[in-house]
């Protein structure tokens, strides 16, 4: 198969197919140099709900990169991604977004957590960011990678920055929370900035220029 055949049939633009301006923000960021077009739900116009119907991040991050490539005809990233904390048996996990039902902004849900955690003592109030990217070709089944990043669910929120329970989640490496680190910071060491780390190496696959095995 000649380079020019390959590269017609190359995908030249990757949908980033999230929902959450957060995601999207991070994405831009964490996505560029690499050699696609980025393009978002938004953007396209695609306004389908996906029903996260998965128990595990890895399965609702395949259910909507292969919904999504589906309706848009494009190569398509999902993140399904979620905070686990450990005095809570890991909730809210895959219920991050939906935790205390539909009706909560993400400062509702914050506080649903610090109240459910009151009488939980520093030391054991440790937790973890996880994110699964799933990469998919209409038509194919998706590719999975994994971040993950460790903490403890401060007490009270602090910190303007990021998005969802950010304001409450402490590194003490760092000593401040994920929400007060500029976008820049939160992407050299996030969950998500890991997980499309290795994106980044599995996307290139899809590039012919990059990749001379691609469509083989
Ligand atoms: P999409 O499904 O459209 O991508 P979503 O926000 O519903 O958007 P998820 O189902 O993956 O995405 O839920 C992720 C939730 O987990 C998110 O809404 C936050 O509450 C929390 N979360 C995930 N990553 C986070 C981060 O980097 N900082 C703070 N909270 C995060």
């Known amino acids: 198969m000649n380079e020019s055949y390959l590269e017609s049939k190359a995908p030249r633009r990757l949908l980033v197919a999230t929902r959450n301006p ?3 923000r991070e994405y831009r960021q964490l996505l560029r140099g690499i050699p696609f077009e980025i393009t978002s739900l938004e953007e396209i116009g695609i306004a ?37 904390v450990d005095a809570l048996n890991g909730s809210p996990g895959v219920k991050s977004a939906r935790y205390g039902g539909p009706g909560l902004t993400d400062e509702g849900r914050v506080a649903l957590l610090l109240a459910n955690m009151q009488n939980v003592k520093w030391e054991d109030r440790s937790g973890r960011f996880k994110c699964v990217i799933a990469i998919a070709q209409p038509s194919d089944e998706p590719e999975t990678v994994t971040g993950a990043v460790e903490g403890i669910i401060q007490y009270e929120p602090k910190g303007g920055n990021g998005f969802g329970y950010d304001p409450v989640f402490y590194l003490p490496h760092l000593g401040r929370t994920m929400a007060e680190l500029s976008l820049g910071e939160k992407n050299a060491l996030s969950h ?25």
Request: with cysteine.
């Open 22 to 24: 957060g995601k999207v």
């Open 192 to 216: 998500r900035a890991q997980a499309a780390g290795k994106a980044v190496t599995l996307l290139k696959a899809y590039h012919p220029k990059l990749n001379k095995d691609s469509g083989q």
């Open 48 to 84: 389908d709900e996906v029903e996260e119907t998965g128990s595990t991040f890895e399965e609702n991050a395949c259910i909507k990169a292969r919904a999504y490539a589906a309706s848009s005809d494009l190569l398509s990233l999902a993140d399904d991604s979620g905070l686990e």
